[in-house]
């Protein structure tokens, strides 16, 4: 079955600094890959997402890339701010949703 | 549209009692599924269903688990007996089958048993 890993585990940066958080994924046939953020005690949410015949997509602060011939893919959220704190998962979809294991994001005023 | 809609909020139970926990899907999503999180283990994929019939439950942990989705508008998991390594938040999403679109979560159950 699909495989996510998801890296780092844990990123700290300053306030109007950038975040990238990398994900890989071991199904070639995986063709949709969502991301999510999960703040303290909430469930997870849909920030962007982005579909296999597509290189990167962006939305205002947030963007993603996608490299399907190295099967890895890639949030960047530049400009950060204090309530982009929380944990980030990636997922790798064919049929249904396998996630990676959660980057805790920690933006420091 | 109210989202996905779970039920209790929060589960406080003793080990060896039975424990369902409840999920309505949102209105015109034909497949849910139901995730299990936990600081070890992240979040897993318990079992899904398509137009209320189970698709893959190989991530039920053993028999003690168990899914049913009587209707289009209602799923269950059962816990019997529940253990307390069972203590976890049990989310249950939906979406409409056969697109590439995000899953839709509910607010989640938090179960703890002692």
């Not at chain 1, 890296?7 to 958080?21: C, F, N, R, Y």
């Not at chain 1, 190295?70 to 790798?92: G, R």
């Not at chain 2, 168990?66 to 019997?80: D, E, G, H, R, V």
Request: aromatic share 8%.
């Amino acid at each position: 079955g699909e495989n996510v890993e998801q890296h780092p585990s844990t990123l700290s940066v300053q306030e109007g600094d950038s975040a990238v958080i990398k994900c890989t994924y071991s199904d070639s046939a995986s063709n949709y890959f969502p991301w999510y953020k999960q703040e303290l005690g909430k469930r997870p949410q849909l920030i962007i997402d982005i579909r296999s015949n597509v290189g990167e997509k962006k939305d205002q602060r947030i963007a993603v890339t996608l490299n399907k011939t190295a099967k890895h893919f890639s949030l960047h959220i530049t400009e950060t701010q204090p309530e982009d704190s929380a944990v980030y998962f990636c997922a790798a979809s064919i049929v249904q949703e396998r996630f990676g294991a959660g980057t805790r994001l920690t933006v420091k005023p | 549209d109210a989202g996905v809609i779970q039920s209790p909020r929060h589960e406080v139970t003793e080990m060896g009692q039975e424990v369902t926990l409840r999920c309505k899907p949102i209105s015109g999503h034909n497949s849910l599924f139901w995730y299990r999180q936990t600081m070890m283990r992240g979040l897993e994929l318990l079992i899904y269903f398509n137009n209320n019939v189970p698709i893959d439950d190989s991530g039920m942990p053993e028999d003690r688990f168990s899914a049913k989705m009587p209707n289009a508008s209602f799923s269950t998991l059962k816990i019997q007996p529940s253990e307390p390594r069972d203590s976890a938040v049990y989310f249950c999403a939906s979406r409409l089958q056969g697109t590439n679109s995000p899953l839709h979560f509910g607010n989640g159950t938090r179960l703890t048993v002692t």
